[in-house]
């Protein structure tokens, strides 16, 4: 089996005691959905750690993979989101991406696919890394991706401007959608400012 490769993120309170739940990042989720034992032992191994959440990486893979728009072939990814709910203790599924236009028209429309809400993503969570130089400077990913399309400098200002606009997308995403979803950020490098920004878009 393909090596499960995750980072755990505890909630902590004072006296270091587990507030609400543990989460973790799940890579290579693409290689795992489909294979009844890796997806069991990835299950299996959330239950046995206390892990109520877990968030999809990959999902573009998933959707190439499954065509996620549709309720015909998406059920391999609503059964393993039920599956996770039901059986295995799970709380929360979320969706991970970089860009608005991917929540917009496949994980939304998934979402809206599905009748059964432990069939559904609980969060749209937003992984764009818009403080790293080496992506958003001339040449680098998110510059010839997203900045320069979109007429936006290739600077961390400009990322930070590209950021904030997939962060209201998805609020608005959430907001439309009669399944309760949380809209998260995954954010590294950031000021002060900018994290009060962030906060009042989430």
Same mark, same amino acid.
């Given at each position: 089996m393909k090596k499960i490769s995750c980072v755990i993120?505890?909630?902590?309170? $004072?006296?270091f005691k587990v507030f609400a739940n543990r989460a973790m990042y799940v890579n290579d989720f693409a290689n795992i959905l489909g294979n009844v034992t890796n997806e069991n032992e990835l299950l299996t191994y959330a239950q046995n750690n206390g892990i109520k959440t877990l968030l999809l990486y990959d999902l573009h893979?998933?959707? $190439?993979?499954?065509?996620?728009? +549709?309720?015909?072939?998406?059920?391999? @990814?609503?059964?393993?989101?039920?599956?996770?709910?039901?059986?295995?203790?799970? @709380?929360d599924v979320a969706a991970t991406a970089e860009n608005a236009v991917f929540f917009? +028209?496949?994980?939304?429309?998934?979402?809206n696919s599905r009748s059964n809400?432990? *069939?559904?993503?609980? /969060?749209?969570?937003?992984?764009?890394?818009?403080?790293?130089? $080496?992506?958003? +400077?001339?040449?680098?990913?998110y510059c010839t991706t997203y900045l320069t399309p979109n007429g936006l400098p290739c600077t961390v200002n400009g990322a930070f401007q590209f950021f904030i606009?997939? @962060?209201? *997308?998805?609020?608005? @995403?959430?907001?439309?959608?009669?399944? $309760?979803?949380? /809209? *998260?950020?995954y954010v590294g490098w950031t000021t002060a400012a900018q994290a009060a920004i962030?906060?009042? +878009?989430?």
């Open positions: 993120i505890i909630i902590l309170v $004072s006296n893979i998933v959707n $190439s993979n499954y065509n996620l728009l +549709n309720p015909a072939t998406n059920f391999i @990814l609503a059964d393993f989101i039920y599956k996770a709910k039901t059986i295995y203790g799970v @709380l917009t +028209n496949v994980i939304d429309v998934y979402n809400p432990l *069939e559904k993503f609980d /969060t749209y969570n937003l992984e764009f890394e818009y403080w790293d130089n $080496s992506t958003t +400077n001339p040449g680098g990913y606009t997939i @962060l209201q *997308e998805m609020k608005t @995403l959430a907001n439309n959608n009669t399944h $309760s979803i949380k /809209t *998260e950020a962030i906060g009042a +878009n989430l």
